[in-house]
C-alpha cells in the first residue's frame, strides 16, 4: 500500500513538475500553442513536448541563437493543415518563420508585427484566406532587403521558364544521355537557390548544400495532387505526365495557392485575373504575360495527354513571347 501510494505522488509530482516546466518557460509554451495549432492531430511534430528543450536540437525545425533563444521555425513542407496561432509574437526574438508548401488556413495574425527581429517571413502556397494585414506588410525589418517576402511578378515568370527548361533538360535524350521521366514533380521537388533559380531534385541533377535551399523537397507522398489523371488508369508516368504537374506547378506559383480548383481553371480561360492571380502582388503583374501563363497551364492540365504541349515548346513558347523575365 505504501508503494502504491509512493507511486502515486511521484506521478503526480511528475505530471505537475511538466506543467510548471512549461508555464516556467514563456518560448516552450508559445511553441506548445503553435503545435496546437499547426498540428492538431500531432502527426507531424512529434517531437515537439512539453518537457522537451527547444533549443537542445530535438525540436524538429527550430534552431535557437547562442543565448538560447528560439530564433528559426523552418517548417516548409510539412504537410502541415491547422492555422498560424498568435502566440507565434511571444517569441521574441524569432527573425525566420517558415511555414510555406503546407496546407495551413485562416488569416495570417496581426500579432506577428511585433516581431521587431523578424526579417524572413515565408507563407506562401498555402491555403490562408485575407491578404497580409498593413501591420505586417509595414514592418521594418521585413523590408530591409527591399520588399516583404512575397515574390513579386518578375521573380515568378523567371521561376515559371526555369523549371520549364529543367524539365526540358530531364527530357532531353541528345547524345548518350538517355531522357528521363520525373515521376514525382511537385513543388516539394523544386529546390530554390538564393538568387531565386529553380533546380529539379533527383534524376542525377545537381542538389544544392542545406544553407541554399529555400523550398526543399520533406513529403514526396504530396506529389500525389500532381498525378496527371490517367495515371490512375494506367499507373504509368510519362513526359505528358511531367508536363501535366508543371501546368499545376505553375498555377500555384500564379495564385499563390496549393490547391488548384475549376473556378481557377475557369478564370484563367476568362483572363479574370483578380480570381488567378496572387491577390498580395497588388495588381503589381503584366496582364498580357499573365494571360499567357494562364493559358500555357490550362493546356498543359488538359485531361487528355494528347491535347498537352511537350515541355519543348513550351519553352519554345515562353522565349517567341519573349516573356521577361529576372
Known amino acids: ?26 518560448e516552450l509554451e508559445a511553441l506548445m500553442e503553435i503545435k496546437a495549432s499547426l498540428d ?29 533563444k528560439v530564433a528559426n521555425i523552418s517548417l516548409q513542407g510539412k504537410g502541415l493543415s491547422g492555422k498560424v496561432p498568435p502566440a507565434v509574437a511571444q517569441l521574441k526574438c524569432l527573425s525566420g518563420l517558415y511555414l510555406h508548401y503546407n496546407y495551413l488556413t485562416g488569416e495570417i495574425p496581426r500579432e506577428i508585427s511585433s516581431l521587431t527581429e523578424l526579417t524572413d517571413l515565408y507563407l506562401d502556397v498555402n491555403n490562408l484566406t485575407g491578404s497580409i494585414p498593413s501591420e505586417i506588410g ?89 498525378m496527371a489523371p490517367e495515371y490512375i488508369t494506367t499507373g504509368r508516368f510519362t513526359e505528358k505526365s511531367d508536363v501535366f504537374a508543371y501546368g499545376v506547378i505553375i498555377f500555384q506559383i500564379l495564385s499563390g495557392k496549393r490547391l488548384l480548383s475549376s473556378s481557377m481553371r475557369s478564370a484563367a480561360e476568362c483572363c479574370s485575373f483578380e480570381n488567378f492571380i ?31 504541349p511537350t515541355i519543348f515548346r513550351v519553352i519554345e513558347e515562353l522565349n517567341d513571347w519573349c516573356v521577361k523575365c529576372r
Not at 41 to 68: I, M, R, Y
Not at 152 to 172: M, P
Request: net charge negative.
Open 1 to 26: 500500500m505504501g508503494l502504491a501510494r509512493l507511486l502515486l505522488v511521484g506521478f503526480v509530482l511528475l505530471v505537475l513538475g511538466s506543467r510548471a516546466l512549461v508555464r516556467g518557460n514563456a
Open 278 to 308: 496572387d491577390s498580395n502582388l497588388k495588381g503589381n503583374f503584366t496582364e498580357p504575360e499573365a494571360a499567357i501563363l494562364g493559358k500555357i497551364a490550362l493546356r498543359c492540365t488538359s485531361e487528355l495527354p494528347d491535347n498537352r
Open 138 to 226: 509595414s514592418m521594418a525589418s521585413l523590408q530591409e532587403d527591399g520588399s516583404i517576402q512575397v515574390l513579386d511578378w518578375s521573380t515568378r515568370v523567371s521561376i515559371i521558364k526555369g523549371i520549364a527548361e529543367g524539365i526540358g533538360y530531364l527530357h532531353n535524350g541528345e547524345g548518350s544521355k538517355p531522357a528521363v521521366v520525373h515521376q514525382n514533380i511537385s513543388v516539394e521537388k523544386i529546390l530554390i537557390d538564393q538568387q531565386l533559380n529553380p533546380l529539379i531534385m533527383d534524376s542525377g541533377l545537381p542538389k544544392l548544400l542545406a544553407d541554399d535551399v529555400i523550398y526543399s523537397a520533406l513529403k514526396t507522398s504530396a506529389a500525389m495532387g500532381y
Open 40 to 68: 492538431p492531430e500531432n502527426k507531424v511534430l512529434t517531437s515537439w513536448t512539453s518537457n522537451g528543450d527547444p533549443c537542445g536540437g530535438s525540436f524538429d525545425g527550430v534552431a535557437c541563437k547562442e543565448h538560447q
